[in-house]
Every structure is written in structure tokens, then in C-alpha cells.
């Protein structure tokens, strides 16, 4: 009787389940997803700008700390430095002055060869009495020259009319090891230490270089995957899209009510009510402002920015795992009278965290706007690192909602490891002031790479490196993967633990 009472159950919801999917016009679906995967595309290509083509250049030369002068650039001397630069689109070189700690007078001649052919590739006068101790001087290129990768070049350093007592001189490093191909002279004679100069440029980003052609075969295997659902679906086959539509079409007016209830619960006897979301994460970013950049010092860039675009993320993910955490311990009684696919308890609580979410943007685009941040084209790219953030928030909510039914330690495992994971993510501090030997930290946490590109976006006004954007798709791909394969595997045995 009980096998019957099981199949007959079983039959009523997939008849309907049938009756949903019949009301879904599949050809439909799919030519939208095609189409909206070709709009993404261009409007991607258009927003990444010029960081999808080039990025810093990692054969950059860093300017080395000096330690001592060179020679003083009286007429007559010379100072030259030799290089071979791994830059791809070379753009400029940069020297440090030492002035004695005097005015100085006259001018000095800064010059770059390519000792392949001889010939001068830069050339600048520069006035001394304009240089202050420790100054930098920096000769780029009108256009990026794509030709000197491994090509031979000398930095020369002359004064066509300086004097002895009112001269400057280029600094150096004594104890630098030098690259190969790298050899300074001074007055002709090869000394140990290198030129305190950098050189700079761009390389070319290979998958920018082939954007349209990876675009080209992403549709081509969307496309194909689209046609094997609706070849599927004409033989009365499941299939992961069609049974994810008919649920959300299914089961719409419960998950409505499930997010209205839980961000109704949030605020219930609260005075200010939803404008907790948005004076919150203001209030946070008060205290930490004042801490970290008056007692501490901080000399970051925009940084009631940095501090609140940190603090909104983290304060999503923490909101959205810990409510997801307690899904389906919470909606015992649901679960016990009405079949719901319960992957929906899990999800309607990281939807109703995304309302608070978009809610906590607001103060975000008022403290830009007073801390006249330059909001550029790049800001419209920020939503994509929100998306990945909330899609790696549901596969661990749903690990942790499944660890929680049989294990109810892991709310309290949960809340330490939280506030242990917050100190590693960069919200208040600068990355640069961690260890090397803690640096590991930061590439093994996956908020780091979320809250970092979306920083750039906002703060540095340009896209992140298309590489940026596969790692934050793969993290939350991978978490959703693995949170929605131990879901899955336990949920059968819920009902025995709640």
C-alpha cells in the first residue's frame, strides 16, 4: 500500500510537471538564451575596453631603492645603462635625481637607443632647477613601440651645460644584482649596481587577441547543447534546463512568498525597518574609516569606497550563508506536508539576501559620488562579480544546509570560520601589508579575487583581465557544483533528521 501511495505521488508530480513543460515554449527559451549570449558578448567586448587587448606588461622594470649617487651631470659627463627589455609594447622610462640638497641650475639630456641599429628612440631635455632630492623623471613614447622586445638598449644620461657645485645626479643601487643584459657605465667605465630607472609597457593578452573566436565556439557549443535539450525533450527525456524552468515556473508564487517572508522576518518590530540596509553597512564603514585611517594610517586610494564596496560584499555573502545555513531545519514543517523540489529553501534565501544586497548599493553610489570617484563605463561590469559572488554563496549555502540536517554543530563551526574568513579577506586593509609567507591566503580565498575585480571595476575605473573573469566564473561554477552534489545526495534523508 505504501509502495502504491509512493507511486502514485510520484506520478502526480510528474504529470505535473508535464502540464508545466507543456506551457513552456522550449524553442523560445532557447532562441533567448542564444540571443542573449550574442548581446552579452558585444556589450562585454565594448565595456572591457582596452584591458581585454593589453595588460602591464610582467617584464616591467621596477625602479630599484637607491642607495648613492652616480656621477655629478656636470658637461662632458655621461651615465649609461644597458638593458634588454621583455616588454611587448614598450611605452617609457624613468630616472631618479639626487640633488645634493641644493638648487641646482642648467639642463640635462636623456636619451634611449636601440643598440641593434643604432638609432635614438627617445629623447627629452630636462630643466635640474625643477628637480627636488629623490625626484623622478619619466620619458614615454607618443605611441606604444611594439618592436624592442629583446632588443639591446643603452639609457644614456649627458649635460650639455651644467657646472660643477650646481649639477644633479642620477641615483643608483650599489648592491643590485644585474639582469641580464644589464651594465652600467659611468664616464665610459663599468661599475658594480644598477641605474635607479624603470621601463615600462603593455603586453599583449592572448585571449583578447582571440576574443571573437572563443566567442565563435562558445556559441557553437551553446547552441549544440540548446539543440540536444529540444531532441530530449521530443522523446520525453529530462533534461538540467527544462527541469530548472518548469520549477521556477512551478513553484514562482512559493518562492515569492518564502523571500517576502524572510526579508518581512528580518525587519519585524524594527523602528527604521528596511533602512537598516542601507544606514548598516554606512555605520560600519564610519567606524572602520575612522579606525584604520586615522590610528592607522592608510593611505588607500578612495577608501571609504574600498572599505564599503568590502564590506557590502562580505556583508552579503555572511547574510546569505548563514540564513541558508538553517533552510531547511527552518522549513521543517513545509517539508513534512508539501512537496517542494528543497533546493528552493536554500535558493529563496540567497534571493532574499540579494534584495538587501541591492538595497546596500545605494550608500555605495553615494559615497562614490561624494568621494568623486570616476564612475566610467567599467562600473556596468560590477554586477558580474555580484552574480559569481552570489552563485558560490548558494553552493555553499546548500553544503552547509545539508552539513546543518545531520550535524547541528555546524552553525557554530560556521560562525567562527566566518569571522576567521572575514580577517583573511582584505574589507579594511590593504593586501600589501601581508607577510610573503601569508600571501598564500589570498590566492586560496575565493572572496579576495570576487571583492578585488570588483574594486577595479569601481575604484580604478577599468575592467579587470579577461582571466579575471573565467577565475570568479570558475570558483562559483565549482562551489555550486559541489554544493549541489552533496545536496542532492543527502536530501532523500531529511526527513529522517528534521
Request: proline share 4%; net charge positive; with cysteine.
Amino acid at each position: 500500500m505504501r509502495k502504491l501511495l509512493k507511486r502514485g505521488k510520484y506520478n502526480s508530480i510528474s504529470d505535473g510537471k508535464q502540464a508545466v513543460s507543456d506551457q513552456i515554449n522550449l524553442k523560445k527559451v532557447c532562441a533567448v538564451i542564444l540571443l542573449g549570449y550574442i548581446i552579452l558578448a558585444f556589450l562585454f567586448y565594448i565595456l572591457a575596453g582596452e584591458q581585454l587587448h593589453f595588460r602591464s606588461s610582467r617584464g616591467n622594470v621596477k625602479m630599484p631603492v637607491p642607495n648613492f649617487g652616480t656621477v655629478e651631470m656636470v658637461a662632458g659627463a655621461k651615465v649609461e645603462q644597458t638593458f634588454i627589455p621583455t616588454i611587448q609594447r614598450f611605452k617609457q622610462v624613468s630616472v631618479t635625481w639626487g640633488t645634493y640638497g641644493r638648487h641646482n641650475k642648467g639642463t640635462v639630456l636623456i636619451e634611449l637607443y636601440n643598440l641593434k641599429d643604432n638609432s635614438r628612440i627617445l629623447s627629452q631635455t630636462v630643466d635640474v632647477s625643477k628637480l627636488t632630492e629623490g625626484a623622478i623623471t619619466t620619458v614615454a613614447s607618443e605611441k606604444y613601440l611594439e618592436n624592442l622586445y629583446g632588443v639591446p638598449l643603452l639609457l644614456r644620461i649627458t649635460s650639455p651645460d651644467s657646472v660643477a657645485g650646481s649639477a644633479v645626479s642620477p641615483m643608483m643601487k650599489t648592491d643590485a644584482e644585474p639582469k641580464a643584459g644589464q651594465q652600467l657605465y659611468l664616464n665610459g667605465k663599468a661599475v658594480n649596481g644598477v641605474l635607479a630607472f624603470s621601463a615600462e609597457g603593455q603586453d599583449y593578452i592572448w585571449l583578447g587577441l582571440h576574443y571573437w573566436k572563443f566567442i565563435a565556439a562558445g556559441g557553437i557549443l551553446l547552441a549544440a547543447y540548446l539543440l540536444y535539450i529540444l531532441m530530449r525533450t521530443k522523446r520525453k527525456k529530462k533534461s538540467v534546463l527544462l527541469n530548472a524552468l518548469v520549477a521556477m515556473k512551478k513553484y514562482r508564487f512559493l518562492i515569492y512568498q518564502l523571500v517576502s517572508r524572510d526579508f518581512k522576518t528580518k525587519y519585524k518590530r524594527s523602528i527604521l525597518g528596511v533602512f537598516w540596509s542601507f544606514l548598516n553597512p554606512l555605520l560600519m564603514m564610519t567606524v572602520q574609516y575612522y579606525v584604520f585611517s586615522t590610528i592607522f594610517k592608510t593611505d588607500i586610494a578612495f577608501y571609504p569606497v574600498y572599505l564599503l564596496t568590502g564590506i557590502i560584499m562580505f556583508n552579503f555573502f555572511s547574510e546569505a550563508c548563514g540564513m541558508a545555513l538553517t533552510s531547511i531545519l527552518g522549513n521543517a514543517s513545509l517539508i513534512t506536508k508539501v512537496y517542494v523540489p528543497k533546493y528552493i529553501y536554500p535558493l529563496t534565501r540567497i534571493l532574499s539576501s540579494l534584495v538587501n544586497l541591492a538595497i546596500s548599493l545605494i550608500p555605495l553610489f553615494v559615497v562614490g559620488c561624494f568621494s568623486n570617484v570616476p564612475f566610467t563605463k567599467s562600473f556596468l561590469l560590477f554586477p558580474f562579480f555580484l552574480l559569481c559572488l552570489a552563485v558560490f554563496s548558494l553552493g555553499l549555502g546548500m553544503l552547509l544546509a545539508a552539513g546543518m540536517v545531520f550535524f547541528r554543530d555546524v552553525q557554530f563551526l560556521w560562525s567562527v570560520f566566518s569571522m576567521m574568513w572575514m580577517y583573511a579577506t582584505p574589507i579594511f586593509y590593504p593586501e600589501s601589508i601581508l607577510p610573503d609567507q601569508f600571501k598564500f591566503v589570498l590566492q586560496i580565498n575565493p572572496l579576495y579575487y570576487f571583492i578585488t575585480f570588483a574594486r577595479t571595476c569601481i575604484i580604478s575605473g577599468i575592467s579587470p583581465e579577461p582571466i579575471a573573469y573565467i577565475q570568479s566564473f570558475l570558483l562559483a561554477l565549482g562551489m555550486l557544483l559541489v554544493g549541489a552534489f552533496v545536496f542532492k545526495k543527502t536530501q532523500d534523508k531529511f526527513i529522517l533528521y528534521i
